[in-house]
């Protein structure tokens, strides 16, 4: 359905069509009545949900984005919490083998990570 927000308060606002086909909006908290009565006016409006309905899109877009890169940062985080509790446990003379293979692989891990890091944001920058 379309819809546009309202221009004091931001709600969305569906698009709604009166007795005679006329598109028109209402605003509950704001107490706003909008009506669209003349052809142009019409073929406006019609250019204008176009434009909000692409504006939402390209936001989501952006936002799924920023979602990505934070899951990416978190996983970074713990990878690099791993490594400092693994570099306390290993030991100085008597290294545990396994304990140096894992922070080993985590290292690994963490480079990749970086790397996605680097790329999500070189295709963010694109849009």
């Known amino acids: 359905m379309a819809a546009i927000p309202c221009f004091l308060c931001?709600?969305?606002?569906?698009k709604r069509t009166d007795k005679n086909e006329?598109?028109?909006f209402v605003c509950d908290p704001c107490?706003?009545?909008?009506?669209?009565?003349?052809q142009a006016g019409i073929e406006r409006l019609e250019q204008f949900i176009e434009v909000v309905k692409q504006q939402q899109?390209?936001?989501a877009e952006h936002s799924y984005a920023v979602v990505e890169i934070q899951g990416i940062l978190?996983?970074?985080r713990g990878v690099k919490r791993e490594?400092?509790?693994?570099?306390?446990e290993i030991g100085i003379f008597?290294?545990?083998?396994?304990?140096?293979?894992?922070?080993e692989s985590l290292k690994?891990?963490?480079?990749?990570?970086?790397?996605?890091?680097?790329?999500?944001?070189?295709?963010?920058?694109?849009?």
Do not use: C
């Open 10 to 14: 931001g709600n969305k606002l569906e």
């Open 22 to 24: 006329k598109p028109y």
């Open 31 to 38: 107490g706003i009545q909008m009506f669209v009565r003349r």
């Open 57 to 59: 899109v390209s936001l």
């Open 74 to 76: 978190n996983e970074i």
């Open 83 to 88: 490594i400092e509790t693994l570099d306390g």
């Open 94 to 103: 008597f290294q545990d083998r396994e304990k140096t293979a894992a922070k």
């Open 108 to 127: 690994k891990r963490l480079k990749t990570l970086l790397g996605e890091l680097e790329a999500k944001a070189k295709t963010s920058r694109k849009h």
